[in-house]
């Protein structure tokens, strides 16, 4: 697409967002059969669904990826993205935010704001685009509610109120968390930030703004309020202002004094007063409806409207002896859906200009530099805020640095790919080896959308990795690769149109970065250039299996599948575990099944052996105890001594939520890598050491306001006293190094340890309090303790430091129960070193190993030991699960979730509606097939959800043996007693790993006997 021809004005960039099954890709089919250049008939819009072309999109009804289309209306080009509205596809929807500028919101009428539409609109705002609300399938409101017109439009105003309360939480998120960091900054902070913190009370969308339609997707029909004020302006001489004013919200027509009044306005002047909106746009529309489809109605009605309003339609069409199909053509032509959205896109959303100076920070946000770094980079540093501020402007000139983001690639059959060039020339599309995959069928394009300058076929950029520093110069060689693009494609869906050039502004894809990206990256025409910030995704990948070919001598043909199914799909995982399988990770049953499919049919065209899904845990200890374990290497020189503590739950949750943020501050890395949606997008514009730091402290506040009231005055301040104490010893976090599990330095008052074994005292090896410092709890002078540095001992401690930690480490990655992680506990360890016996220094090395691995191993056995002595406990992974389904179907429903463990959190009936929506509560364990079996026990009725919500420990002991009178009573004595449910989840992990698992297979029997022999 040529810059002359499609000037940055004059482009909009838009994604169409929303729950499933709410319409998005109908109403893709509608704009496209409009405005796609004639793609596709109007008279299979909405049937045809033209952006769903994969085959298990088609077979499934639901959208799998997202795919963006070129369209051409009232002189602005259009790049509409089509997005998924399943939970197991939310990365595709990271993807499609990322490129936009705009995003269409739509929400049905009937069903109203369900989980995924609250994701969809925090995925807008993260990615700072702008909305606009759609209210689609209204018909139904009509056809199946059978609402009066009234009531109809209390229900849409229901749901614009909710819409707005979403987006309202957001912004006092980030006011709150504004204030906050400005509060910590304290008297000396920046006063210009204070100009960033503002109140904005103003409703987001709102009908009379322009920025919220109403649409019919499969009748091909919709309007906004501005389309009716100006239809009423003329025929009552009233202002198009007025009217926009009036038509939404509590305001009446009074039709003596010609006027438009408030509610104490209309009293006495009518019996039953109603909004203008009812009055003025529902009547006339519900009377359309009932006129088409009701048997005795009134056809004289869509006459009526055909002359009023001039339409063309062919007479082969009202005869049509179906209603449906006569009310489409009068509708469709009378308020083209096209128009309505198509208008307001042009209206309400930024072209990429204005966009793009509003969302630079979020896609490149501001960055610090130290005096050190400015003197040495001062030309690098000039150059990459001159890149900066081309992104910033949009910046559309030859001379400009050419900036695209590339935010997944995307597999295509190289037959698919066009023929001819831009000019008529045959392309040689043939490129063996591109992907590094020699003769793969599968041609790899880019999904990417220039920032800046102009892109052009055959041109050299540098490929830059998210972890990129332009100022790190050499050391950064692994972060940045120099690529060819070999040609560029505009998306028409599933087709390619072949163009020389793109410039800032548009969406294309690249031929030739195969072998560069894997998923995502910034491409530049300069290496002094930040990359583009990290793409938020709501959940992580958590239904893993393992996969080996049926055939073992396909195992290289499955490797490679890997590998391209890897690079064709953002959001799965590959890894290899500890046992040597290939464990393919996906966020859901419908992404994996899609995924072996694919697998199957595509990448590696072999057959598969899955196994069933891997479900990961968690360990933990059940409360408060005070035994040490002590643990003594094999050669006796150190002892380590372990007391272990359960973490505030509160405390828990903020070291997982914000490990990505908690690990760039302990390396000391300024860029930020963003994490999970759930993590605050404030730590990108504040200070993120101050707001954790923040977080912490409130955590720990919060749970000393849960226990205080049970507990008196006196301990409630010595656990708080005890918990900040323990915050500014904290020496390492785990596993690796950013999880939920703290690794306490010893007290400095503990002093140096004499056994009864060894004449000379032992020294502690003190730790440093490194992540204390970093998250400033603590300054590094405050740990110092005055010892001799000169002591051989204490430069041996010295050194045994790092492998304290490393058995910590291991400790917190396998755990005694299962070799799970540990999670949310605290460990004092003390280790102390002695003196080495001079007569069996020698032997000792041989005989043993290294002393640093045996004072690893030590720590190790001395956590997990530590563990199995306070009352240890499984800790499952929860899914939120929000269903819902027919009144006559409640008790089959509830019976499904009764067998899957789950827990019912609430259950509201919808309002004017039979429907009912329940919240639950469901184990991962217990959810693989649920879907299945609700559908089947509910005659395909019931549909139900599922997000990953918390981590939730099992209160039962795994090793509960009974001990008092009661217990035995209850349960029997200990031979008869059936494992419970945390043994049976332990025993099912142990087994699955190979590890040695402790029961009986056969308790009671006897030998057969048997009185003749046979021979």
């Known amino acids: 697409m040529e810059g002359e021809e499609a000037p940055c004005r004059r482009i909009r960039n838009i994604c169409i967002l929303a729950h499933v099954d709410h319409g998005k890709t109908t109403l893709a089919d509608h704009l496209i059969a409009a405005c796609g250049g004639g793609v596709l008939h109007p008279k299979l819009a909405g049937r045809l669904r033209f952006m769903d072309y994969l085959d298990e999109e088609q077979r499934r009804a639901i959208t799998m990826k997202s795919s963006s289309i070129a369209l051409h209306y009232q002189g602005h080009s259009i790049n509409l993205i089509d997005s998924p509205g399943h939970m197991d596809f939310c990365s595709e929807v990271s993807t499609a935010a990322r490129l936009s500028d705009g995003a269409l919101v739509l929400v049905d009428a009937v069903e109203g704001v369900h989980i995924q539409t609250h994701a969809v609109l925090r995925q807008a705002w993260v990615e700072k685009l702008t909305p606009c609300l759609v209210l689609n399938k209204i018909d139904r409101l009509i056809t199946e509610l059978k609402l009066t017109p009234a009531e109809a439009y209390t229900r849409l105003q229901r749901i614009v109120h909710e819409v707005n309360g979403i987006v309202s939480a957001f912004k006092s998120e980030k006011y709150l968390s504004d204030v906050d960091s400005l509060l910590a900054a304290g008297p000396g902070g920046n006063e210009a930030d204070d100009a960033e913190v503002e109140d904005d009370v103003e409703d987001t969308f709102q009908p009379q703004k322009g920025n919220v339609a109403f649409v019919c997707a499969l009748d091909g029909w919709g309007f906004s309020i501005g389309h009716f004020a100006g239809i009423y302006a003329a025929k009552l001489g009233a202002s198009t202002n007025a009217l926009l004013r009036g038509l939404w919200g509590p305001w009446y027509y009074n039709t003596k004094k010609m006027t438009i009044v408030g509610k104490k306005g209309i009293e006495g002047v009518s019996k039953d007063p109603q909004p203008m909106f009812v009055q003025f746009i529902l009547k006339p529309l519900f009377q359309v409806y009932h006129a088409a489809l009701d048997a005795e109605g009134d056809k004289g009605m869509l006459e009526k409207v055909i002359k009023s309003f001039n339409l063309s339609i062919p007479p082969r069409e009202l005869q049509n002896k179906d209603p449906k199909a006569v009310l489409q053509a009068v509708m469709s032509r009378w308020l083209p859906l096209s128009d309505t959205v198509l208008s307001m896109v042009v209206r309400c959303m930024p072209d990429p200009i204005s966009a793009q100076s509003f969302r630079i920070s979020r896609l490149l946000p501001k960055r610090d530099f130290g005096l050190d770094q400015v003197g040495d980079n001062a030309d690098v540093i000039a150059e990459v805020e001159h890149v900066r501020k081309c992104v910033e402007v949009c910046d559309s000139s030859d001379s400009a640095p050419c900036v695209a983001f590339v935010s997944k690639m995307f597999a295509v059959p190289y037959k698919m790919l066009p023929q001819r060039g831009p000019n008529g020339e045959i392309l040689n599309n043939q490129h063996p080896g591109e992907a590094g995959i020699g003769e793969s069928e599968e041609c790899f394009l880019a999904f990417a959308r220039v920032f800046s300058g102009v892109l052009r076929a055959g041109q050299r950029v540098f490929v830059l990795s998210a972890l990129y520093d332009p100022l790190k110069g050499e050391s950064m060689q692994r972060h940045v690769q120099e690529a060819e693009l070999q040609s560029l494609y505009l998306m028409m869906g599933q087709g390619l149109k072949p163009v020389a050039s793109a410039s800032a502004g548009n969406v294309v894809a690249i031929q030739g970065l195969g072998q560069y990206i894997l998923k995502s990256a910034t491409l530049s025409s300069t290496k002094n250039c930040w990359p583009f910030s990290s793409m938020m995704f709501q959940v992580a990948p958590t239904l893993r299996v393992a996969i080996e070919p049926s055939d073992p001598s396909d195992m290289g043909a499955l490797m490679k599948g890997l590998r391209l199914l890897n690079r064709a799909d953002p959001f799965v995982e590959i890894t290899v575990s500890s046992r040597g399988e290939q464990v393919l990770a996906a966020a859901g049953e419908v992404h994996l099944e899609r995924c072996i499919k694919d697998l199957k049919e595509r990448f590696a065209k072999v057959s598969l052996e899955v196994s069933p899904p891997l479900v990961s845990f968690k360990e933990t200890i059940e409360g408060e105890d005070t035994n040490v374990v002590e643990k003594t290497t094999p050669n006796g020189r150190c002892i380590v001594k372990v007391h272990v503590m359960k973490l505030p739950d509160a405390l828990t949750k903020v070291l997982e939520e914000s490990g990505d943020v908690i690990g760039d501050i302990v390396e000391g890395r300024s860029g930020k890598r963003n994490g999970n949606l759930d993590t605050r997008d404030s730590y990108d514009d504040g200070n993120s050491v101050t707001v954790i730091k923040k977080r912490i402290s409130d955590a720990i506040e919060s749970e000393i306001e849960a226990i205080s009231p049970q507990v008196d005055k006196e301990r409630v301040e010595k656990y708080r006293k005890t918990w900040f104490r323990y915050l500014k010893r904290m020496w390492s976090l785990g596993p690796r190094h950013v999880g939920p599990n703290i690794l306490l330095v010893p007290d400095i008052k503990a002093d140096d340890f004499t056994d009864n074994n060894h004449i000379e005292r032992g020294i502690l090896i003190r730790g440093s309090c490194h992540i204390s410092e970093r ?57 102390y070193i002695f003196q080495e016996n001079p007569e069996s220094a020698l032997q000792s090395t041989d005989q043993y190993g290294i002393f640093s691995g045996q004072v690893m191993t030590a720590v190790k056995e001395a956590c997990r030991l530590a563990v199995l002595q306070n009352k240890p406990r499984l800790v499952e992974a929860m899914y939120f699960c929000e269903l819902n389904t027919p009144t006559e179907y409640l008790g089959s429903m509830y019976a499904v979730l009764a067998r899957r463990r789950a827990r019912v959190l609430k259950e509201e009936m919808q309002e004017s509606s039979s429907l009912f929506t329940v919240h ?26 599922l997000v990953l919500s918390h981590w939730e420990m099992i209160q039962e002991d795994p090793f509960f043996i009974p001990k008092t009178e009661e217990e035995i009573e209850e349960f029997g004595d200990g031979s008869s007693v059936l494992p419970n449910l945390a043994r049976k989840l332990m025993n099912s992990v142990r087994r699955r790993k190979g590890l040695p698992v402790e029961e009986k297979v056969v308790q009671h029997a006897t030998k057969q006997r048997t009185l003749s022999r046979k021979v």
């Open 920 to 945: 639950a509560y469901v184990p991962v364990a217990e959810s693989f097939g649920f879907a299945d079996e609700l559908r089947r026990w509910t005659s395909g009725a019931a549909s139900a959800l």
């Open 775 to 831: 998250l400033g709890f603590t300054n590094p002078n405050d740990t110092e303790v005055s010892v001799d540095k000169s002591d051989p001992l204490y430069i041996e401690a010295e050194a045994l430091k790092s492998s304290i930690v490393s058995g910590f480490q291991l400790a917190m990655a396998a755990g005694p129960l299962c070799d799970e992680p540990m999670w949310g506990l605290a460990f004092l360890v003390e280790p």
